[in-house]
């Protein structure tokens, strides 16, 4: 089949440009269409896209629309329908904030959309920036949002078949666009073998971008009161005025290789996490994979795999003090049960492996060509 992988914006690396790694692993031959290809702000992760087949929007080529592109998202609907699609017999697009999912396919295309989330900005969930502040901004955006909500509701009716990350994620396309969904949870990469460090750890670690809705502040007052060594990684908008909010014990890695990696996540004691309202959270996961127990937010799709005292702990408010009881918690286990708590949360992350995400997605496929005659007997390119 003749397929394409169509993606938000590529100029950032985070959960959802993974999962479009993984479905590009699945679909080698598949082109990839895109509002923004900016590799300078990919990192480390630049290489992976290097020899794709990339097609940018016109939006993407213009660079002040480009490089300030938030006051400009009342262009979404022409950038998604400027795109041709007859080419294709099977679209997946990879949708979050930038509603990809608004593309425009005809039959006998099939469009598969795979939703992160509905966008955070125009359902009352927290963003990145704080833009309610801001009078002329908040006013700016209440006529523009009003208009993207009803876009993105009526553009919701294009894709043939919708794919949620998580529970949390179906139950907010229920609510905000009246659809059903299958939960297919997104690939986390874990590393094949694994063994439980026994060697006495000496700090908690994170990894995250640095913005509001993350509330690495929340770890950072903690780690400054009770004084435990915390090392973050990542970078992102909010760095500054988290370096100057943390203490001797906080330390800020950046984005690092995959050696200092795998070093770092072998020798921690646990994964902390504040994320509000996050409707999976591939990095927890991830941290599991190296038998951390996370220590986790109770918000979102988090507590769909992070269980009190099983392989992790949740903590019930976003203050520092209720992350401390729960760290509290942690540390008065046993090293027998701090062993068995790093055993299941490996367990757990197995859950959601690449190869897991692969024999969901191509069954799902199979299924979705078994009830469309016309694309059944297409062999696979």
């Known amino acids: 089949m003749k397929i394409a992988l169509v993606h938000d914006q590529l100029s950032e690396f985070g959960g959802s440009e993974r999962v479009l ?3 590009k692993k699945i679909f080698p031959q ?18 992976i896209f290097q020899n794709w087949k990339i097609y940018q929007s016109w939006f993407g080529k213009i660079p002040i629309l480009r490089d300030y592109y938030s006051p400009f998202r009342f262009l979404t609907p022409m950038i998604w329908e400027s795109f041709d699609f007859s080419k294709y017999d099977l679209v997946i697009s990879s949708s979050g904030s930038w509603m990809s999912k608004g593309i425009k396919t005809k039959k006998p295309t099939i469009h598969i959309s795979y939703i992160h989330h509905p966008p955070r900005y125009l359902y009352g969930y927290e963003t990145a920036i704080e833009w309610q502040k801001y009078l002329l901004v908040r006013l700016y955006a209440y006529v523009v949002n009003h208009f993207l909500r009803i876009w993105d509701f009526e553009s919701t009716k294009r894709p043939d078949y919708m794919i949620a990350n998580s529970i949390e994620t179906q139950n907010r396309i229920k609510k905000f666009y009246r659809r059903d969904s299958i939960v297919i949870y997104p690939p986390v990469k874990i590393p094949k073998t694994f063994s439980v460090s026994r060697s006495k750890s000496e700090y908690y670690i994170t990894l995250s971008r640095l913005a509001k809705a993350k509330h690495i502040d929340i770890l950072i007052k903690a780690a400054n009161k009770m004084k435990f060594n915390l090392k973050i990684i990542g970078t992102g908008r909010d760095e500054k005025y988290l370096k100057s909010i943390a203490g001797k014990t906080v330390d800020f890695l950046g984005n690092i290789n995959d050696e200092e990696f795998k070093k770092i996540f072998q020798n921690a004691k646990a994964f902390l996490f504040a994320s509000r309202d996050e409707e999976f959270g591939i990095a927890p996961v991830e941290a599991m994979g190296y038998g951390l127990p996370v220590i986790a937010y109770n918000s979102g799709g988090i507590p769909e795999y992070v269980k009190n005292g099983v392989n992790g702990f ?3 408010s976003l203050e520092p003090s209720s992350l401390i009881n729960a760290i509290k918690k942690f540390e008065k286990l046993s090293s027998e049960k701090i062993l068995k708590m790093k055993l299941a949360a490996r367990k757990t992350a197995e859950k959601f492996s690449e190869e ?18 016309t694309l059944k007997d297409r062999p696979y390119a």
């Open 21 to 23: 790694v993984a479905l």
């Open 30 to 47: 598949a082109d990839i269409y895109t509002t923004v290809y900016n590799p300078d702000k990919l990192g480390v992760h630049k290489k």
């Open 314 to 316: 949740l903590f019930n």
């Open 356 to 373: 897991n995400f692969k024999k969901n997605i191509l069954s799902f496929i199979g299924s979705v060509l078994d009830k469309d005659r």
